[in-house]
Each structure stands twice: as C-alpha cells, then as structure tokens.
C-alpha cells in the first residue's frame, strides 16, 4: 500500500523531505483486528508536535494520523461485514475507570503506526458504524477531537441547555466541535479567538458572540457585557485560563482540556475558593465516551466543521496549514 | 454587658491597646432573633485579620467572633426555650443556591456585632440545639472552622470510607476539623504541617501518617510512599497547592478553602487535564449544609479537637496564640 511515512523527526520547514509518501507493507488483521480501507484521515495538532520529535515515545519510521473513516476491506470474522461504512475510536487502552485513563494507554498513530494510508488494521472493538448523515470526510473529522471535546463538554461539564459557555480558541479542533456541539445541546455559546474571520464563522455556526483575545484586557470587557458566564471550556491554560477563573461566575464551572499555553502563571485561588468554582481536567475519553459520542451526533445530525482538504500524497502540506493555526475548523486528508 | 471589642486596627503588637474588655450595650432581640447568653466563644485567622484591618468593610468599634455556645436568654417568640443549650450558624445570608453563596452574604463577627460578649442577638434560623455529647467548650468551637471543613469534605469532596485523604496544614481549623470528620467517616487520612508535633499528635487522633512540610520535595517522599492520594483538602494555596497536583492520583478530587500562601506561581495545567483531576472552590457552607454537620457530629459523636482556653478579659493573648501559628485545633475564649 501507500502511506505517508514520517522518517525523521525535525523543524516543519524540513517537512516535505521527513514526511514521504511512499509504498509501505499493507498490515495483515491478527485476531480480534480487521482491516479498514481509508477513505478519509484528518489531522491533529499531535501530529505536527509528533513530527517535531515534541512528543514522549517517538519513534520513526511511524505513520501518523488519529482519525479515519474508511470501509471494512477484511472483516476477519468479527460483527462487520465487507464494505461497511465506519469509523475509528483512537483512545487504545483507556482501561475500565470512566474517571481517567489508565497507564497503559495511547493513541492511535503513535506508537501503532496511524490512519494516513491506504489501510489500517485497528482491533474491532474500537471500530463504529459511520452515522448515516455524514459522508467520509465528514465522518473523518470526529475521532480524536470529536471525542476529546464530547467528554469536556459533557462527561466532564455537564453541559445543558440553557448554560451560558465561553469557549477559547475557536477555531482549534476540539473548540470547534465544542462550539458545536453546546450549540447542538441547546447552550448559548460564546467564543475568543484572535481571528476577527473566526469570530465571524462562530456566529455563523450558531454561537451568541465572541470576543478577540488580542484586546488588551478582553476578560474584564467581555465580563462587563456577559457575567453569567457559568461554563467555560479552554485548552490554552496559560495567561487564558487565569483571565477566565475571573470570568466565570460563582458555582461555574471551568473544563481544561490542553495548555498550549503552558502552566498559569499566577493562579488566583482566591477565586476559586470564594466563587466555589468546579475545574476539572479531561483528555481524550473512553470507549463508553466514544460510544455515546456517536449516539448524540446521531440524534442531533451533528455536522463537524471542515477547514481544509488536502491529497495525502500532498500530506505535509496540510501538516504547515495546522501549524499556521489559520485553520476554523479540521484539516482533512484524502486517502 | 460586658464584651472584648476591637477599638481600632494595627500591628498584632498594639492589640492589646486596640481590643478591650469593657462595658458595652446589651443588645436586644428583634423580631424573629433570639438573646443567647454566651459561655464560650472561640477564634478563626479571620479575626486576627479584621485586627489588623486585612479584609474589607472593617468598622470599628465592634465586637469580634464568629463562634459561640451558650444559653437561650430570651428565645422572643421562637421555638427555643429560655435555657436551651444551643450553637450557632455564623453564615449569614447564604441565599437560595447550595452551589454558592449569595452576594448579600456575611459572616458572623462582621459586620454584625460577634460573639466575643456576654450576649449576642441572632436571628432564630441561625440558631441549632447543642448536640448533647458536646460541653459548651467542645461545642462553641465548631461553627466557622467545622462548617467550612464540613462543606469541604463532604459536599464538595465527598469524602468516604476507604478514600486516602491528605490534609495540609493540621493544626489550624478548618484542617483539624477536616481531619476529625475524615477519620470519623473512615477515611484514611494523613497529614502536612511544618512541626513534627502536630504530625505526632495528628497519629494520636487517628491519621495514619504526615510528613513534614518543611523538608526539601516532600511531595516526591511523600508520593513515595503514598502513591494512591485520591482526595486532598488544602487550605494553603500558593506552592503548596501546586505541590498537590504532582501528589493526587489520576482521576483525584483536590478540595481548596482558602490561601494563606496566595497565588499559585506555578499551576502546572499539563496535569489537571491529563490526570483527569477535579478542583474545587469551597468556603463556609449554606444552612442545609450547618443542620447537616450538626447530624453528622451527632451520629458520630465527633469531638473537636482543642487547643488552649483563655479568659475573654485576656482575648488578646489568644489572639497572639492563633497568629503564631503554634496552635493544634481552635483556640477557645471563656466568657
């Protein structure tokens, strides 16, 4: 088969010599796996730190990618027939507690080689009917960012209708089906980006308003029009998440999935005490999370919002589109 | 009547100048309170900063103290007797929401005239039958700190037998009543403090092990030895909060009630989202959550743990004890 190989890890400008298309020995289902034709892979900002050797555990050669939806090309005996529609849950191992992870978890695309190529052998019980109502490409945005911003949303924050919710950073994968899923589960969404075009979309989408996070002081602004703030959901941290234990109401709730902007340098406990706040951590999700997932895109024709496409012999070109965070939105490839 | 009441603000080394035992009006209940004739009052931190004029809205003259146990000296219509034996609920306005005070709410001791007096007016809701296993000295240390530890361990942090508790800071409050109700409740509980003391004497009241805080990296000893922390309550902040996020084990339930060492420098985000943990804001407690306590202090015929016993003519000196931070468990005043 072909597959886009990473094999070498390195600076995004070397990316086109480190990242190759090339012929790769098409994997064999062992028991209890099957073998899925890709239609579509999709792209993750782990891909892009993988590819800069940011990432514990790298090894090369190594195909990447989280996220695929594809057909069954070798059932193997399991419940799928040939030709069936699916796609993949990328949480390996979560392990039997809802509440975390277990240590002998990983993702798909490191370190079990990923979802761009032409086939991949993944074990059935991680394998899902595609919902009707999205096509491959569609279906192929979801896995990993669907499911991370599913558990954040409301595993972790209880997410309802009627909850007034910033979310940060729109335009990200997981704040974007965040946006849209609170959107689908009939919260009044708000959203920061420092992309005025991004702000634009949102609202587009279905979101209440936003705010540029480029303005100085843009907490204090954006507390003056909505203090009944009572969710937020972040994955910057940083200078972000600081601004947003000011913006939260008393008895919210906050839900961190990532910190892309590193620790906070100066959390005020203050108020998290006096304001009674809830913060909870949340990565990924479990199988049970993966599953519900799919159901609740069902019930609500949940479509994900698409950025870009790109061919995957064209491959590390999409990889620079993430890395310019341009992107509203996930960054699709196909197969 | 007579009552220790606080002149004017300053240095903890004038207090002796600016808090005096003197005559004072006899307050006389209004409709719906009650007169209560006080037999023990006890400190909290938050008296020994309204000394020193560190919390907003200070006024002076006024008599200080959130805490007290006495006798119904004219119950005015209510459904206490004269003569009852009765403790108090210092929160006042809590408001509707269990999630969170309201923001008319206030605390016993400011604004309104405190329990450091002969008699205190309150209205009769505030007012609880003194569990009858208490003396008037056991119980009149209960109502700030225990609530607070109450609201922290159990409506927060929903603390339970076979949970591993770590406490920071035993000796102070909020902490030793924290520790107490943990233990009754069959928790395993261990304990920080910087003075080995305490730890010794926290072994006699039933936790399984400290550490002291003082040594370099204890979070990495004590992580050690105890892996499998799932629940901690920390009134401290700052480092030693950030310390307790290296310390919680995946899916763990981290409880702050105040922050006497400030903002955390340092909150490293990475390990909120990927161990999945919860962090919850929580401080003194609602009406439902005093009538509560006062159950579960009755069921399990808990004790508290006291400290020294000062005369209120010498208020000050118990002052001085509690800003020196020697203490294990409240500080009571005989009046």
Redesign the interface.
């Known amino acids: 088969m072909k597959a886009l190989v990473l094999e070498k890890t390195g600076d995004i400008k070397d990316l086109k010599e480190n990242l190759v298309f090339r012929d790769f020995d098409t994997p064999v289902p062992k028991e209890g796996e099957v073998l899925i034709k890709v239609q579509y892979a999709a792209l993750n900002h782990r891909d892009v730190w993988i590819t800069k050797g940011l990432y514990s555990g790298v090894r090369t050669p190594i195909i990447l990618g989280s996220d695929c939806a594809g057909t069954i090309a070798d059932s193997n005996g399991s419940s799928f027939k040939n030709g069936d529609a699916v796609i993949v849950n990328p949480t390996i191992n979560w392990g039997v507690?809802q509440?975390?992870?277990n240590k002998n978890f990983s993702i798909l695309g490191l370190p079990e080689n990923g979802t761009l190529a032409e086939y991949i052998c993944i074990p059935s019980k991680y394998v899902y009917l595609k919902p009707e109502h999205l096509s491959f490409k569609e279906a192929s945005a979801f896995p990993l960012a669907g499911l991370t911003a599913y558990r954040a949303c409301f595993v972790?924050g209880k997410i309802t209708a009627g909850d007034n919710v910033l979310i940060t950073g729109v335009g990200g994968g997981v704040a974007t089906f965040a946006m849209v899923y609170c959107i689908a589960a009939g919260a009044n969404v708000f959203v920061t980006s420092g992309d005025e075009d991004k702000l634009e979309q949102a609202i587009t989408f279905g979101a209440v308003g936003g705010i540029n996070h480029r303005i100085e002081n843009w907490e204090k602004r954006f507390k003056e029009i909505h203090p009944k703030i009572n969710k937020i959901i972040d994955g910057a941290?940083?200078g972000t998440?600081a601004k947003c234990l000011d913006i939260c109401s008393?008895?919210g709730t906050l839900i961190?999935?990532?910190?892309t902007l590193?620790?906070?340098?100066?959390?005020?406990?203050?108020?998290?005490?006096?304001?009674?706040?809830?913060?909870?951590?949340?990565?990924m999700g479990s199988d049970e999370d993966f599953a519900n997932m799919i159901e609740f895109i069902d019930a609500k024709k949940v479509k994900p919002v698409l950025d870009s496409e790109y061919e995957i012999q064209n491959g590390a070109e999409a990889f620079v589109r993430l890395e310019s965070s341009k992107q509203m939105g996930k960054i699709i490839v196909r197969v």
Not at 256 to 259: D, E, I, K, M
Not at 262 to 283: C, D, H, P
């Open positions: 507690n509440s975390h992870q972790r941290g940083g998440f008393e008895g961190n999935y990532g910190a590193g620790a906070v340098k100066n959390f005020e406990m203050r108020r998290v005490f006096w304001k009674q706040l809830n913060i909870y951590g949340s990565t």
